[in-house]
């Protein structure tokens, strides 16, 4: 199995730490004592500050996780539930790279997972194909928001993959939905060339660069659960 990168969100108001494990590692920790460690009030003070970068081309899928951060002992039964979540996809998708962040996951998919026909937003069949597995997860797991983001390399006009990256952000939700998946659960957004994730001087780092990632974050319903069993400790 592959290893799945997990960022953990430690214990003070002003500073994070990041450590990365292996799934094993993510496996025999105490996800409710990890969870408990973050705390409600920094949670939301971590949340506030990393949400408000959502929507300005900051941080991605990787804001928006960290922007649903709840903190204290519901946040660790969250990050349990994410911990399960991360692993059936590893498991289930091919190429992905799958991060457990704070109490959500980041999913990358590159091109070599999700293409497209050149400078266009039509979903190639070996597109589809590996966001039909992706599918079965997320409905096997319903209980989370789906945060999609398109990005480009930076070939061409900034303004031209801007837009062209949008598209493709909202044909991969488009698929999502018409398969089955809930549109109440998704949003999406392009960012074109930002952030990028490895260098746009070669022909395989803008080929990394191409690429679709997902936010996978808990909906109300599983912060209510997670309360209500943290309640009952």
């Known amino acids: 199995m592959k290893k799945i990168a997990t960022y953990a969100l430690a214990g003070t108001l002003l500073a994070t730490s990041i450590s ?45 996780v960290l922007g649903g951060v709840i903190g204290g002992a519901a946040g660790g039964t969250i990050g349990n539930k994410m911990d399960k979540q991360a692993r059936k996809i590893e498991q289930t998708v091919p190429g992905a790279q799958v991060e457990r962040v704070g109490e959500g996951i980041k999913l990358v998919l ?5 293409n497209f026909a050149l400078n266009q937003a039509t979903l ?21 928001y789906i945060d999609i983001y398109g990005y480009t390399d930076n070939t061409g006009r900034e303004e031209y993959n801007l837009a062209l990256s949008k598209r493709r952000a909202a044909s991969v939700k488009q698929y999502l939905v018409q398969n089955g998946v809930a549109h109440s659960r998704i949003k999406t957004d392009g960012l074109g060339i930002a952030d990028p994730i490895a260098s746009n001087d070669t022909d395989s780092g803008r080929a990394q660069n191409r690429r679709v990632e997902f936010g996978i974050r808990a909906n109300e319903k599983m912060i209510q659960d997670a309360q209500n069993e943290a309640g009952s400790y």
Not at 110 to 114: C, K, L, M, Q, T
Not at 124 to 144: G, M, Q, R
Request: proline content about 1%; aromatic content about 2%.
């Open 20 to 64: 990365f494990t292996s799934c094993t590692a993510v496996k025999n920790s105490n996800n409710t004592q990890r969870g408990a460690a973050i705390g409600a009030t920094s949670g939301a003070i971590i949340g506030g500050i990393l949400g408000n970068n959502i929507g300005k081309g900051g941080n991605g899928a990787l804001g928006a």
């Open 110 to 114: 590159g091109e070599n997972s999700v």
């Open 124 to 144: 190639t069949d070996k597109a589809k194909a590996n966001l039909d597995k992706l599918i079965i997860v997320f409905k096997e797991e319903p209980d989370t």
